[in-house]
């Protein structure tokens, strides 16, 4: 983790950034971005060269981050250089890759333009590229040298892509505890000025965690609550020619993983209920069969989180608050929770 890191929640977004490229002194500047953000942040940095790359999570690819390690060749970037990576966590996870392995790393920022990357994908030092279908499966650990998050690109996303980005705001009050949880499913998606000091609060959950456990050798596992199951959904939704959000994936994973907390960690059947109802009002229910249920075992077991072949683990919970990272669950019992899942969510 990179003590020294900055997280800074502002609608200053330029002013910003140019005092903490003044601070770094760089040799040079170059800005990542896709083309969906592109003419969204044309006033960003406007003399820094660009790299555009293709939007979308199945253009995170080392194709893409070939793409971009050319154009810093091209511009003449050097090892004293700082990339800026401006979009989505598509472009923070690649950018923030491509940074970490060219000229075997150069520093870079982040700027997260969507709420799922403000929340999830900018902060906590995971980078990395798909591949063969699985999700983030080259990568590395390399924190941003600062993250600048601001609400005010927000309001050209789509109500579908703030509650993707809202599922990792759910999961962060899950793992927080009763409090933060409640005022996260309490809140108004719409009220933007009210987004950012639940936004700060749900995002410094995560820095927590990532500050006591940087590599996700224990504790950090706990941030993986949904993401086993969730991966799992949006690997076969990608599979089937019908991508999903990654957040909305996540909101039917923490449903899952839920189930399994009740089946075997005591999680208050109550509770589970109201997060169920929650996520069947806004993320609706992946149309999934029992059919599916070999292939989502199958990518399940593909998860890096696992620890030997045939052991799928989890992140249960024993109540808001109580995580129980590193939970091996048998297939049987995962095959259950999927029965139970399509009975209370579809």
């Not at 933007?192 to 996700?216: G, H, I, Y």
Request: include cysteine; glycine fraction near 10%; aromatic fraction near 6%.
């Amino acid at each position: 983790m990179n003590t020294d890191q900055e997280i800074i929640y502002t609608n200053q977004v330029q002013a910003r950034l140019e005092q903490i490229i003044a601070r770094m002194r760089p040799a040079s500047v170059h800005v990542v971005t896709d083309a969906n953000v592109a003419p969204i942040i044309a006033g960003l940095l406007p003399d820094a060269p660009r790299t555009v790359i293709e939007p979308g999570d199945s253009c995170k690819t080392l194709a893409a981050a070939e793409q971009v390690w050319l154009g810093l060749v091209e511009a003449g970037a050097t090892r004293s250089s700082v990339v800026v990576n401006i979009g989505g966590g598509m472009v923070t996870d690649l950018g923030g890759f491509a940074a970490s392995t060219f000229k075997r790393g150069v520093p870079f920022i982040n700027v997260p333009t969507t709420l799922l990357g403000a929340v999830d994908a900018a902060v906590g030092g995971k980078t990395g590229v798909n591949l063969g279908g699985l999700k983030n499966e080259i990568g590395v650990f390399n924190e941003a040298q600062a993250v600048v998050i601001s609400t005010a690109f927000f309001a050209s996303l789509t109500s579908r892509e703030l509650l993707s980005g809202f599922a990792e705001m759910i999961k962060h009050g899950l793992l927080d505890g009763p409090e933060l949880l409640a005022d996260t499913l309490g809140h108004r998606l719409t009220d933007l000025e009210a987004l950012l000091p639940l936004l700060q609060r749900s995002v410094e959950v995560k820095r927590r965690v990532v500050e006591a456990d940087p590599t996700e050798q224990g504790l950090r596992r706990a941030l993986n609550l949904g993401h086993t199951a969730g991966h799992a959904f949006e690997s076969l939704a990608l599979r089937s020619g019908n991508p999903v959000p990654h957040g909305y994936a996540v909101a039917w994973g923490i449903v899952v993983e839920l189930i399994l907390s009740r089946m075997l960690a005591g999680f208050q059947s109550y509770m589970l209920h109201i997060i169920a109802a929650f996520i069947k009002e806004n993320y609706g229910a992946p149309q999934i069969t029992c059919d599916d249920y070999p292939a989502l075992l199958e990518l399940m077991s593909h998860d890096k989180k696992n620890s030997a072949p045939g052991m799928i683990n989890f992140t249960l919970m024993k109540a808001p608050g109580q995580p129980l990272p590193g939970q091996v669950v048998d297939s049987d019992t995962i095959v259950a929770a999927l029965d139970i899942f399509r009975d209370i969510v579809q």
